[in-house]
């Protein structure tokens, strides 16, 4: 089958501490010596080209076993300052080892050509034969021994960029104590991540329908690395980004699973509005109600929620009130295509936020959007740290934070106590998300439960009280 519209251009992974890999590579090396394929080359340039290719190819079929690694076959694509000068990759040696490798049958090579109806080009393609791919596994192979390049983990980028800093310029920066004691925190929970496998409880067949529904693309399994991203200073941003189970649909984030192992999500409810209420020192389950969800809007229903969620932080973040109806309508069209995007659905649904949150409304339209995040980033930070050290692996998503299920009662005691040490007013309601293979009657779902339970009781006599309170002044 082949399945242009899939193909991904070549990357470079890396591979840390395993010397699985360095073995097989050198036996490939020795096959492509006696069959006299790659004649002329320089050993260390065919080594190099030859990790890149095969480690590339065994990514690209571990998201997808139909998707293509495209690459070109012309010498300008090579020259200087082009992207894969960079990657330190040149015509010849590519081609030798691209060339080698499909005369042993380790992969399946297409040249590009160009459709004159269509007038468009495409570039020379591969991917891995299940040769290859058993030739891996007999090494013992698994994806958490690959990963992206070395960059540093603490990212500034210019302060108009968006959430997942793509073709966003990156800003030099000088550290300070604060910087180097985020980078090493950060470097320290990637290695923690890295030694865990991380992976999807569903098939490869489902995973890609599901990708081709939502018009995402494959998923990249080496995004196992998280990086701060702050914007424009180190007061704005700040949040964790780039790890692959953050980017992909709602519908597959409830099959994750860590070292093979169900997982849930727990998610703070209404964080950012919440956040700011406590900068008026608001109790928002005094004004509101316990059971009252800040993202319902009655003349909507729950249609909205998902999108206020984002809606929010929209709202805080632009200057004015056309911007924000802009990127509001773009999220609606990428994320919400069942909801309207036109002016005449998206301009009274701010209203009725304006109506139901008239305590913050002097926030929205401010431009202080990235204050809130370097805030939720703080709180992520703490939580991130604290399961670490019981040994309980974390992945967060923004405002929320998946976990296997076994722990799920103490990532909730643990976001608790967050908000205590960090924003002791308005604490957000924290809401249970079970995954595709949880068992609700584990003995850590019983103790949330029972935890859960005993909060909302010691709320309600709290209200009452305060109510009492209020009647006698």
């Known amino acids: 089958m082949d399945n242009l519209q899939y193909s991904r251009l070549i990357d470079v992974h890396r591979i840390s501490d395993y010397p699985e890999v360095p073995r097989m590579i050198s036996y490939l090396l020795s096959l492509l010596k006696e069959a006299g394929l790659i004649k002329g080359s320089p050993r260390d340039k065919v080594l190099r080209h030859l990790k890149v290719v095969v480690l590339d190819l065994y990514v690209a079929y571990m998201r997808d076993p139909l998707v293509y690694v495209a690459y070109p076959r012309n010498s300008d694509a090579y020259g200087p300052g082009t992207r894969l000068r960079k990657l330190h990759l040149g015509l010849d040696s590519m081609k030798k080892v691209v060339d080698g490798l499909s005369s042993l049958g380790y992969l399946d090579d297409h040249s590009g050509f160009h459709d004159r ?19 891996i596994q007999d ?18 980028r210019e302060v108009d960029a968006e959430d997942d800093g793509k073709d966003k310029k990156e800003l030099s920066f000088e550290d300070t104590d604060e910087i180097v004691r985020m980078r090493e925190y950060l470097s320290s929970y990637n290695t923690f991540l890295q030694s865990h496998e991380l992976g999807l409880s569903i098939s490869v067949e489902d995973i890609r329908r599901i990708l081709i529904e939502r018009r995402c693309p494959a998923i990249d399994y080496t995004r196992n690395r998280l990086y701060r991203i702050f914007n424009g200073d180190f007061s704005s941003g700040g949040r964790f980004y780039r790890g692959w189970w953050q980017n992909i649909p709602r519908d597959l984030r409830k099959h994750i699973t860590i070292d093979g192992k169900p997982c849930s999500e727990l998610d703070y409810s209404g964080q950012h509005l919440l956040l700011l209420y406590a900068r008026g020192e608001d109790e928002y389950r005094w004004l509101k109600g316990l059971n009252d969800d800040p993202y319902y809007l009655k003349k909507y229903g729950e249609d909205v929620r998902d999108l206020l969620k984002v809606a929010i932080l929209i709202l805080v973040n632009e200057p004015d009130r056309n911007k924000a109806v802009q990127a509001i309508r773009q999220k609606i069209n990428y994320d919400f295509p069942q909801l309207e995007s036109t002016n005449a659905f998206i301009n009274p649904l701010i209203d009725e936020v304006m109506e139901k949150h008239p305590v913050v409304r002097q926030h929205f339209f401010s431009g202080s959007g990235g204050s809130l995040q370097f805030q939720d980033s703080e709180i992520a930070e ?7 050290a019981r040994r309980q692996l974390v992945l967060p998503v923004h405002d929320s934070f998946v976990v296997q299920d076994e722990y799920i009662d103490d990532l ?32 850590s779902f019983k103790r949330l439960r029972k935890r859960m339970a005993q909060e909302q009781v010691e709320n309600e006599k709290e209200l009452e009280w305060i109510m009492k309170l209020d009647d006698f002044v």
């Open 117 to 135: 109806t269509t007038g468009v080009g495409y570039l020379s393609r591969m991917r891995a034969t299940s040769s290859l791919i058993s030739l």
């Open 139 to 156: 090494y013992d192979i698994v994806t958490s021994m690959v990963s992206t390049g070395d960059a540093d983990v603490i990212v500034l």
């Open 382 to 388: 703490y939580v991130l740290g604290n399961m670490k």
């Open 412 to 443: 909730y005691a643990t976001m608790k106590e967050a908000y205590r040490m960090l924003v002791p007013d308005s604490i957000p309601a924290i809401k249970p998300k079970m995954g595709a293979n949880t068992d609700p009657n584990q003995s």
